[in-house]
């Protein structure tokens, strides 16, 4: 398993300022995800973030919008810059954590709590 | 069409009662899959794995029907604290996850 905690928990910001928010894993992992969960929606993947190389970011979100730093295997961060009313939502940070054939365990992905964010 | 799909609900249903979730997933090349839970304002929990095979956690029984692309979630005696929003996830490529948008479950006394 994966303990993962987010920082800040939640934040109001004014239009037009950015927000880093951080995720702390208590274990080491290659692969993290960023995402995004809108008021009434599921989860949107934001982009996919493996230490020593740049996030892959999927269609419909960019570098410039949303960099993300991921410096070690237990840390990353995603900035939601120059934001709008429209960027107000929860964003959660995961992790991919390899099962155990011999036994039986899967493949598992772990959420974060998540960063309620809230832009006026 | 929507690459998960899933009844929002909500389900209504009183304790001890057995309700059945549904989804569709489109693309048939689909990997594995999963049922996670989110309550209120928290993060996605894992359910539970769904096997090829179905499988079974106690009272939550997972059945996975390739051929029609669609995955079940069977509750038996429901619980008030079974109340929560169902996230029928599919793994369609590398690690990355699907969602669908959940099914909402009440649980009344």
């Known amino acids: 398993s994966a303990v993962i905690s987010q920082k800040p928990s939640r934040d109001i910001c004014q239009r037009g300022t950015s927000l880093t928010i951080q995720c702390q894993v208590d274990s080491q992992v290659t692969m993290m995800f960023w995402y995004r969960q809108q008021p009434g929606q599921s989860l949107t993947l934001i982009a996919t973030?493996?230490?020593?190389?740049?996030?892959?970011?999927e269609s419909g979100f960019v570098i410039d919008k949303f960099p993300i730093s991921r410096p070690n295997l237990t840390f990353s961060t995603l900035t939601v810059s120059n934001m709008s009313p429209e960027d107000s939502s929860i964003y959660l940070c995961?992790?991919?954590?390899?099962?155990?054939?011999?036994?039986?365990?899967?493949?598992?992905?772990?959420f974060g709590p998540g960063t309620r964010l809230t832009v006026l | 069409r929507k690459e998960v799909e899933q009844d929002p609900g909500p389900f209504n249903v009183p304790e001890g009662a057995t309700v059945a979730f549904n989804c569709t997933y489109s693309?048939?090349?689909?990997?594995?899959f999963f049922w996670y839970r989110q309550d209120c304002r928290k993060e996605p929990k894992l359910l539970m794995s769904v096997y090829s095979s179905g499988n079974e956690d106690g009272r939550f029984t997972a059945q996975l029907n390739r051929a029609s692309q669609y995955i079940s979630l069977l509750i038996r005696d429901s619980k008030l604290s079974d109340s929560a929003t169902y996230l029928c996830v599919v793994n369609m490529r590398d690690s990355t996850l699907t969602f669908g948008k959940g099914t909402m479950l009440l649980v009344s006394p």
């Open positions: 973030a493996n230490q020593g190389s740049e996030a892959t970011y």
């Open positions: 693309n048939s090349a689909s990997q594995s």
């Open positions: 995961s992790v991919w954590v390899l099962g155990d054939r011999e036994t039986g365990v899967t493949d598992t992905q772990y």
